[in-house]
């Protein structure tokens, strides 16, 4: 897969729905699960499980992020965007292989030197926990932000659950697309529809069906 066109990566960033956070406790069995769910997702951010929460390796985000492109590459229609959650050099080596760019944390490498690093073109997403933190990327130069967690969650762990009404706000305060995070599955999706978007993970790697799942996710989170 070449390396996108970045008029193109925005264009598709603009009309994405559904971010799925690709943290499955194996890559193979993972994989599957991708699969499945790949004509429904618009975006998956490659983020390799590691025990007690450590930050992964370079070389393990490089190899998981390098399967997941080749698998994206042999999608029979429109295959989802594929970014590298923290690892800033593994998005530049693997730019030409289709890499979209890198999801940064807040404690992660700071956004302007990501895009010093990365150039122009490629995407830079950034996690987001405040209303503050979103309103403090109006002059950073990021191209989408999450936000949460939105639900109580058992792997986004980052403080509170904020609620629906937060991600509303903050997703009116900034003109960036915003993806809700936190515990967001069918049960609570459509609640998310003002926002149109949201990231999941485990309402997806876990289910017995992950592409209808994937696809009710998507059709809950359509306002119209």
């Known amino acids: 897969m070449p390396a996108l066109d970045p008029f193109i990566l925005r264009q598709r960033l603009e009309h994405a729905r559904l971010l799925l956070v690709f943290s499955p406790s194996s890559l193979q069995a993972g994989l599957a699960v991708l699969e499945a769910a790949l004509p429904h997702v618009d ?3 490659v983020r390799p499980k590691q025990a007690r929460e450590e930050r992964s390796s370079s070389a393990l ?4 992020t390098r399967a997941v492109l080749k698998l994206v590459a042999h999608a029979p229609d429109v295959a ?3 970014m590298v959650n923290d690892h800033v050099d593994v998005a530049a080596l693997l730019r030409n292989e289709g890499c979209a760019g890198v999801h940064l944390g807040q404690e992660d490498c700071p956004v302007q030197e990501a895009r010093a690093f990365l150039g122009a073109d490629l995407l830079i997403g950034l996690s987001t ?3 503050e933190q979103v309103a403090a990327t109006w002059n950073e130069p990021v191209d989408y932000l999450g936000f949460g967690p939105i639900y109580p969650s058992s792997t986004k762990s980052t403080g509170p659950a904020l609620g629906p009404e937060r991600a509303w706000i903050a997703a009116s305060a900034t003109t960036r697309p915003l993806f809700p995070i936190g515990g967001i599955d ?3 999706a ?3 529809a003002q926002v149109g978007r949201a990231a999941v993970s485990s309402a997806i790697l876990t289910a017995e069906d992950p592409g209808s799942v994937a696809q009710t996710l998507r059709a809950l989170l359509s306002p119209d």
């Open 61 to 64: 985000a490089r190899d998981w």
């Open 80 to 82: 989802p965007l594929v």
């Open 190 to 192: 459509a609640e998310l």
């Open 43 to 45: 975006l998956v951010q």
């Open 129 to 131: 926990h405040t209303n």
């Open 186 to 188: 069918r049960s609570c």
